[in-house]
């Protein structure tokens, strides 16, 4: 990590060009007055809403949806995260990763299918967008490697989540990372913590703590919102 502390550190992060963002960003994780949870790939943030409830010190958000700077596509911006984790600042990291393209709900239809489990990482010759969609599916799911990797590293705990047996468990850098000692897995049903739909969801992490989330299906009478079909926006789920 080659990041610089002190009262040099506004004036070299200008100097090697950080767009202001990203060292607003830098010195929030900085001054945090404990180590932070941080998620990425949030979305619309409801985990750091509610480990803020809980009175736990949080990290800005990261999505590209909250800003185009914060893109984990960026060899530049994750190198600022990496450092951030390497200097020890996070507590628990939680990573989601967009998962498109490799959830059931698209790949068990042929006529859309991108991938499946004998070719998880994708299919050849897809049409240009399907394409695109599975590259950028994988380079994500890589970097979320990547950066659990760092966290461990750094002592750190991580947790990453996709909906149960999500063929992203499926690619061999990601199974490498799940599927070994030390790691564990908890399996949610969403409709447990008030979700109108029942989303089965395995979370991993390098803590046993996270066992404490698993949740099944709660037994008293309620309905669920098939994930199929076209989301009530309009847009396929």
């Given at each position: ?16 060009g950080y ?20 998620e ?30 914060y893109?984990?596509?960026?060899a ?50 897809l ?13 994500l ?10 966290q461990?590293r ?42 109108p ?27 669920h ?13």
């Amino acid at each position: 990590n080659e990041t610089i502390r002190g009262s040099l550190e506004s004036t070299v992060l200008r100097g090697v060009g950080y767009p202001e963002i990203w060292q607003k960003l830098i010195s929030r994780v900085r001054s945090a007055p404990q180590r932070i949870f941080w998620e990425l790939f949030a979305g619309c943030a409801i985990l750091t809403s509610m480990f803020l409830e809980q009175g736990w010190c949080c990290g800005p958000p990261i999505d590209v949806l909250a800003d185009a700077a914060y893109n984990l596509l960026d060899a530049f911006f994750v190198s600022v995260v990496i450092g951030l984790i390497l200097e020890g600042r996070v507590m628990l990291l939680h990573l989601g990763p967009p998962c498109s393209s490799f959830s059931w709900a698209v790949n068990r239809w042929t006529c859309y299918a991108m991938r499946s489990l004998e070719f998880p990482e994708g299919f050849l010759n897809l049409p240009k967008h399907r394409g695109e969609k599975v590259r950028l599916g994988n380079a994500l799911a890589l970097v979320s490697v990547k950066l659990c990797m760092a966290q461990e590293r750094a002592n750190g705990f991580w947790q990453f989540e996709q909906p149960k047996e999500c063929l992203m468990f499926y690619l061999s850098e990601v199974k490498t990372l799940v599927y070994r000692a030390g790691i564990y897995l908890a399996e949610v049903s969403v409709c447990a913590f008030g979700a109108p739909w029942a989303k089965p969801t395995w979370v991993f992490a390098n803590s046993t703590l996270i066992l404490s989330i698993a949740r099944q299906c709660p037994a008293y009478p309620h309905r669920h919102i098939p994930l199929v079909g076209s989301a009530p926006c309009g847009r396929n789920w």
